[in-house]
């Protein structure tokens, strides 16, 4: 009994010494509207493809590069300037879509915004979610209901249903 004592002691003194040894300090850096962010207050972070962190406020989008941010507003062809979420195109990197209130799903390719209306209704303006399937299609979720969109048509989805494993 007391061998085993002996051994589970040593054990939990070298993982309690390799948690120590191993523990890293991380430092932050905070970033405000002293900074360049558009607002203090985030709605949605995505980090794309390049690395860059788009940041969604009440005032717009602001990019991070890694040195200083690049801000995007209505005035500068954003939809509006109320950001709900924001995602990356897996079909075509640097697409960025950013889902807006009461504006639709604002696209931004090559350093120009299009608008995308999922539909004229008031409650399907507001985009809560976006996500993009393997297949390519986006999902676009609004108060006014789901809908998907692929090779530009936009379609309310109304029902789905369970068969097996697989969604249809």
Do not use: C, I, P
């Given at each position: 009994m007391l061998r085993f004592a002996r051994y589970r002691f040593a054990v939990?003194?070298?993982?309690g010494t390799y948690a120590v040894s191993t523990a890293q300090?991380?430092?932050?850096?905070?970033?405000?509207?002293?900074?360049?962010?558009l607002a203090d207050g985030i709605n949605a972070l995505f980090q794309d493809s390049r690395g860059y962190l788009w940041i969604g406020t009440a005032e717009g989008v602001s990019v991070y590069d890694g040195h200083g941010f690049t801000s995007y507003r209505a005035r500068n062809?954003?939809?509006t300037n109320f950001v709900t979420c924001i995602t990356e195109s897996r079909r075509v990197p640097g697409t960025i879509r950013i889902g807006t209130s009461a504006g639709g799903v604002s696209?931004?390719?090559?350093?120009?915004?299009?608008?995308?209306?999922?539909?004229t209704a008031a409650?399907?303006?507001t985009i809560s979610a976006l996500l993009e399937d393997r297949s390519g299609t986006l999902w676009c979720a609004t108060e006014g209901g789901v809908y998907t969109v692929r090779n530009g048509r936009t379609t309310k989805v109304t029902k789905m249903y369970r068969e097996?494993?697989?969604w249809h």
């Open positions: 939990l003194l070298v993982v300090v991380h430092s932050f850096q905070y970033y405000t509207m002293k900074e360049g962010l062809g954003l939809a696209m931004f390719v090559n350093g120009q915004f299009t608008t995308l209306l999922v539909d409650k399907s303006k097996s494993t697989r």
